[in-house]
């Protein structure tokens, strides 16, 4: 019974959010600019102030904030797959030596760690232009084109 209220309570968040985001009294570009840019933020480690982040940098690039918000929170979740997918695209850029785990290797250790810092940053500033295009592009054509659909989808048919 806890997890299923649980569970409902998030879905109940989650359909505040979008209808919060789909009433908004601002152009399509600036939504999805703003959803874009908070998104993308969960491609960096930002240590548990993401949110914030994502509304400011929202607000610096001209975006709405809210919906900077809204995008900061919406795949926080999903920063280790993000976190992974860095290490993994920056790995095909920058291929990592391994050390033989058997051996003390104290100072080829740091080197490794280095490599893999090297990794993720050319991984994480590939990835972020990629997903920042395809999501504001995807975005801005929802925002513009189904937004009364959507809007009365969520608010009447979406029961919770």
Not at 25 to 49: E, Q, W
Not at 81 to 101: A, E, R, S, T
Not at 134 to 139: E, S, W
Request: charged letters at 15%; hydrophobic letters at 50%; a positive charge.
């Amino acid at each position: 019974m806890g997890v299923d209220l649980m569970i409902r309570k998030k879905l109940r968040q989650c359909k505040c959010l979008t209808l919060k985001l789909l009433r908004l009294k601002d152009n399509s570009h600036s939504i999805a600019l703003g959803f874009t840019v908070g998104l993308l933020i969960n491609f960096v480690p930002s240590f548990g102030i993401g949110p914030f982040i994502s509304t400011a940098i929202a607000k610096v690039f001209k975006g709405n904030s809210f919906a900077g918000l809204v995008g900061g929170v919406s795949l926080i979740w999903a920063f280790p797959f993000f976190f992974y997918l860095n290490l993994v695209v920056g790995y095909l850029f920058y291929p990592i030596d391994v050390i033989d785990p058997s051996i003390d290797y104290s100072s080829e250790a740091v080197d490794v760690g280095l490599q893999l810092g090297k990794a993720f940053f050319i991984g994480m500033f590939i990835n972020l232009p990629i997903f920042g295009i395809i999501t504001y592009f995807i975005m801005n054509s929802i925002v513009r084109k189904y937004r009364e659909t959507m809007l009365t989808y969520v608010h009447k048919k979406w029961n919770l």
